[in-house]
Nanobody
Framework: QVQLVESGGGLVQPGGSLRVSCAAS????????MTWYRQAPGKERELVAR???????NYADSVKGRFFISRDNAKSTLYLQMNNLKPEDTAVYYC???????WGQGTQVTVSS
């Protein structure tokens, strides 16, 4: 069955960097777009970044120039490199298989001094 397992979250100071990962299994990873979402307390889940099967990225305006999505098809793993983190980036980060209703369990990212 489809499994998405995020990892790499944690506590980081403002201005710091963090990379979160999503290990995928149960489908042909290289053939599909993948997306990162996040959900902050009291807010709706929002799209952060998307990468096509061919590796073309797209970003939400709020993270453009700071976050970078990538994928390793040989490892069936999705990444999100987050730089210059801000307190408003604090959220649970989820990966999603394309636009299907399959999500990981999420990984908490907290940006605080």
């Amino acid at each position: 069955q489809v499994q998405l397992v995020e990892s790499g979250g944690g506590l980081v100071q403002p201005g710091g960097s963090l990379r979160v990962s999503c290990a995928a299994s149960g489908f042909s990873f290289s053939n599909y777009a993948m997306t990162w979402y996040r959900q902050a307390p009291g807010k709706e889940r929002e799209l952060v970044a998307r990468i096509s099967s061919g590796g073309i990225p797209n970003y939400a305006d709020s993270v453009k120039g700071r976050f970078f999505i990538s994928r390793d098809n040989a490892k069936s793993t999705l990444y999100l490199q987050m730089n210059n983190l801000k307190p408003e980036d604090t959220a649970v980060y989820y990966c999603r298989w394309s636009n299907y209703d399959y999500w990981g369990q999420g990984t908490q990212v907290t940006v605080s001094s």
